[in-house]
Nanobody, 114 residues
Framework: QVQLVESGGGLVQPGGSLRLSCTASGIRFSVNAMGWYRQTPGKERELVARISSRFSTYYVDSVKGRFTISRDNAKNTVYLQMNSLKPEDTAVYYC????????WGQGTLVTVSS
């Protein structure tokens, strides 16, 4: 059974940083591309960043230069380092395979507000 468990969200002021973590089980983690997605009320879930099995990365334009995705295959964990956070980054963040599977975790809420 696939499980994806996100953590690391919270309340942060604009300009601050957070590091999200997602631990996966039930999949061959090292051979799968992984992605971080986010969703705000009334909007569709969007891809924020992804990392391939060979560690190549992609970022949506709105987070380029501020977010960094990484992975530790020994820990079955993917990370999202988020710097220079903006109020528009407020969302529930999820990890999943890329392309995404039907297995979604509970997500972790990031709130950027002063």
């Amino acid at each position: 059974q696939v499980q994806l468990v996100e953590s690391g969200g919270g309340l942060v002021q604009p300009g601050g940083s957070l590091r999200l973590s997602c631990t996966a089980s039930g999949i061959r983690f090292s051979v799968n591309a992984m992605g971080w997605y986010r969703q705000t009320p009334g909007k569709e879930r969007e891809l924020v960043a992804r990392i391939s099995s060979r560690f190549s990365t992609y970022y949506v334009d709105s987070v380029k230069g501020r977010f960094t995705i990484s992975r530790d295959n020994a820990k079955n964990t993917v990370y999202l380092q988020m710097n220079s956070l903006k109020p528009e980054d407020t969302a529930v963040y999820y990890c999943n395979l890329f392309p995404y599977s039907t297995y979604w975790g509970q997500g972790t809420l990031v709130t950027v507000s002063s």
